[in-house]
């Protein structure tokens, strides 16, 4: 069994209106040091079997299908195991 964490962020280039929203307030909480903030999205996969290239090869085709839209979206992901 393998754990995947995946990480998905908007592209440099596209307009993050929840990670700018996020960010005033913070500084209208006091947390004036913070310059820019962009949110994104945080996924932990549980894979069963016992081959990792196969598990590596399954998470990146979740991510490239479902669980990123690569027009506006990277993600990264590590993979280990269980």
């Keep these: 069994m393998f754990l995947a964490k995946v990480h998905v962020m908007l592209k440099p280039t596209v307009n993050d209106p929840q990670g700018l929203t996020i960010a005033r307030a913070l500084g209208r909480l006091g947390f004036d040091s913070v310059n820019s903030l962009r949110a994104g ?3 932990e996969l549980k894979i069963e079997g016992d081959d990792i290239v196969a598990a590596e090869v399954d998470v990146k085709s979740m991510c490239e299908k479902l669980l990123a839209n ?3 979206e990277t993600f990264t992901y590590e993979l280990r195991a269980l």
């Design 41 to 43: 999205k945080y996924f």
């Design 70 to 72: 690569p027009v506006i």
